[in-house]
T-cell receptor, first 115, second 108 residues
Framework: DTAVSQTPKYLVTQMGNDKSIKCEQNLGHDTMYWYKQDSKKFLKIMFSYNNKELIINETVPNRFSPKSPDKAHLNLHINSLELGDSAVYFC??????????????FGEGSRLTVL | GQQVMQIPQYQHVQEGEDFTTYCNSSTTLSNIQWYKQRPGGHPVFLIQLVKSGEVKKQKRLTFQFGEAKKNSSLHITATQTTDVGTYFCAGGAQKLVFGQGTRLTINP
């Protein structure tokens, strides 16, 4: 039973298209995250939600829009895809408090390739 | 903003040799975490250090948190091929900032 699951695992699309990645966690955690890992393996936080409320919004183009319908789900929608959006997007969750994120549990990642 | 720097970026060793990766933060950290990412996999939590000067061991892995809580290290004794992967440190309170990672490859 996968703790943090993301779909799809692979996504190949043309520039200018819109795509979504979905994430679900069954750990009962309050906090969920989106991280982007580029080709150099650098992991950068994009967004964080706590109990459906956006708490971290890094300097990310507003083409990226996260949505959390409930605390077990965090989706990522990307409009007008660009070549530079190609990366692996990881969803993660944690118990998370304001002073300690706690252990992050990562999903298996969604590899997005923009042609 | 907070920055976490990690060195070296790459390390290649012979199986059985030791390996160390170092992590430095531009600010004092409330805690530091370490993750391992196997090739093609996702980051997996290894450990969290909270106290100044803390040292923790997991079998052949030794983790240290500096006295000033601005640096940390991970040392692997007698590497095995199963240790291959990228090791990340990460620090921060509400927001976990990851270092660039150290990619470890091993010659069997």
């Amino acid at each position: 039973d996968t703790a943090v699951s993301q779909t799809p695992k692979y996504l190949v699309t043309q520039m200018g298209n819109d795509k979504s990645i979905k994430c679900e966690q069954n750990l009962g955690h309050d906090t969920m995250y989106w991280y982007k890992q580029d080709s150099k393996k650098f992991l950068k936080i994009m967004f964080s939600y706590n109990n459906k409320e956006l708490i971290i919004n890094e300097t990310v183009p507003n083409r990226f829009s996260p949505k959390s319908p409930d605390k077990a789900h965090l989706n990522l929608h990307i409009n007008s895809l660009e070549l530079g959006d190609s990366a692996v997007y990881f969803c993660a969750s944690s118990r998370g408090t304001s002073t300690n994120t706690g252990e992050l549990f990562f999903g298996e990642g969604s590899r997005l390739t923009v042609l | 903003g907070q920055q976490v720097m990690q060195i070296p970026q790459y390390q290649h060793v012979q199986e059985g040799e030791d390996f160390t990766t170092y992590c430095n933060s531009s600010t004092t950290l409330s805690n530091i975490q370490w993750y391992k990412q196997r090739p093609g996999g996702h980051p997996v939590f290894l450990i969290q250090l909270v106290k100044s000067g803390e040292v923790k061991k997991q079998k052949r892995l030794t983790f240290q948190f500096g006295e000033a809580k601005k640096n940390s290290s991970l040392h692997i004794t007698a590497t095995q091929t199963t240790d291959v992967g990228t090791y990340f440190c990460a620090g921060g309170a509400q927001k976990l900032v990851f270092g660039q990672g150290t990619r470890l490859t091993i010659n069997p």
